[in-house]
């Protein structure tokens, strides 16, 4: 039920994002932006393939796994990035990010790495260009690559 609650959420939502946000550096601002509205602390560096974003913590479920207890995944699935102990509300993330824009263009918007433990930080990829992400990240949330 998780997994279909956020797929109903999000579905339009990833659409109309990948409708107006032409490429990488807008959807980096834009998810800076974001992060920043909801009060979190984020650090982007650049690599020669991609952006990484280090929120410590993400404004988001990071925040909230720091300052209330939360409901985590019992067990592995595909949309908590194939791990369990993955808080409830994270896994938005992965639905939102990677599962729903790989099913609609074929690569994720961006690739979430959330911490093991409350005081970890949430880490995400912005690939430069969709060939250079890793097939692990596909995998790991029950997908095939087919850009290469």
């Keep these: 039920e998780i997994e279909k609650f956020f797929r109903q959420r999000y579905y339009p939502v ?5 409708s107006t946000t032409p490429g990488v550096v807008e959807t980096l601002q834009r998810c800076a932006e974001f ?12 690599e020669p393939d991609r952006y990484v974003m280090r929120k ?11 300052t ?26 992965c639905v939102f ?5 790989i099913e609609l263009r074929g690569y994720p918007i961006r690739i979430s790495i959330p911490g093991d433990k409350p005081e970890d930080p949430c880490i995400n990829y912005f690939y430069k260009k969709p060939e250079l992400i890793p097939e692990e990240f596909f995998t790991q949330i029950g997908k095939t690559k087919k850009i290469k």
């Design 14 to 18: 990833v659409k109309d994002w990948l």
């Design 35 to 46: 992060d920043r509205a909801h009060y979190g602390q984020s650090a982007i560096t650049e």
């Design 56 to 66: 410590d913590p993400c404004g988001s479920g990071g925040r909230l796994r720091r």
């Design 68 to 93: 209330r207890s939360v409901g985590t995944t019992k067990k592995a699935y595909p949309w908590s990035w194939s791990k369990s102990g993955v808080p409830y509300y994270c896994t938005h993330c």
């Design 97 to 101: 990010w990677e599962l729903v824009p």
